[in-house]
């Protein structure tokens, strides 16, 4: 689930509350701690059975749950003390969350979306003239933090390769150069040493950085067992591979790390 997902979840569920508890204190004359405890109650009894069956995570889950809990508890603070006047301890405390609540929400946005606008005007210019992405959604290949499955499905397809026994071979014919094409070359054989032909064979090289980045592409035969491809990578740095060779129903999976040079590097 992505930043933007998390932050409209959350604000639907707030929203739902808000209208509920108007709709408890105005329509039907509630008590603000009443109407609260009610809000409370029904975000337990809805949300907590839905999140087990849809399970988006245990971080997810606490986060949405000590969210959707903290806004009822401040409703039914607030329409406790229509009227009266505040007590600085539940004060204290609804103005606490409120302010986690607010810096959570920049942290997502920040995450997702980069510094922009007026944020972006106040940092210093950069010593470069290198445009910094201040976005970091992330990449990964295989998130198995979000799925137990995803992991054991994964350490059977390690044993299955392993029981195969083909050997693969892979690297670039030179130093790639951001910018400038480079021919990225894959060699199969089986255990035997004999070629691996008419093999389906693609990829992606992952920005660690930036998803956006994430370049897919898909290899030739050349030769008997060879198989290539000429890429343009768009950007310097670090890159994950997840290469896949697939040969039928067979699936042979490699994950790597390659490093692509500044155009500078070259010239030099």
């Known amino acids: 689930m992505s930043a933007s997902q998390v932050l409209t979840t959350i604000g639907i569920g707030v929203l739902a509350e808000v209208m509920l508890f108007f709709l408890m204190t105005r329509v039907f004359r509630f008590a603000g701690k009443t109407a609260g405890m009610i809000v409370a109650l029904l975000v337990l009894l809805i949300y907590v059975p839905y999140a087990i069956l849809t399970w988006p995570g245990a971080d997810l889950f606490a986060i949405h749950l000590a969210v959707l809990l903290t806004v009822a508890y401040a409703l039914g603070m607030v329409g406790a003390r229509v009227g009266k006047r505040w007590h ?15 810096t959570n929400i920049v942290f997502l946005g920040v995450a997702e979306q980069g510094i922009t606008g007026l944020f972006a005007q106040l940092l210093p210019e950069p010593r470069t003239s290198e445009v910094v992405d201040s976005r970091f959604p992330g990449t990964v290949s295989h998130d198995f933090q979000e799925k137990e499955s995803l992991y054991n499905a994964y350490l059977r397809q390690v044993d299955k390769q392993h029981a195969r026994g083909w050997q693969v071979r892979k ?3 030179y130093k790639p150069v951001v910018g400038q094409p480079a021919t990225f070359v894959v060699s199969v054989a089986d255990r035997d040493g004999l070629p691996v032909t008419g093999a389906v064979v ?3 090289f992952l920005r660690p ?34 290469l896949h060779i697939r040969l039928g129903d067979e699936l042979h999976e490699i994950r790597a790390r390659t490093s692509v040079g500044e155009a500078a590097e070259q010239a030099s």
């Open 88 to 102: 600085w301890a539940p004060a204290l405390i609804v103005a606490f969350f409120t302010f986690v609540v607010a």
């Open 171 to 173: 690297g670039w014919r």
């Open 202 to 204: 693609d990829g992606r």
């Open 209 to 242: 950085s930036n998803s956006r980045d994430d370049l897919a592409f898909h290899m030739d035969e050349v030769t008997p067992g060879e198989y290539r491809v000429d890429l343009e990578m768009p950007l310097h740095g670090l890159w994950d591979l997840v």
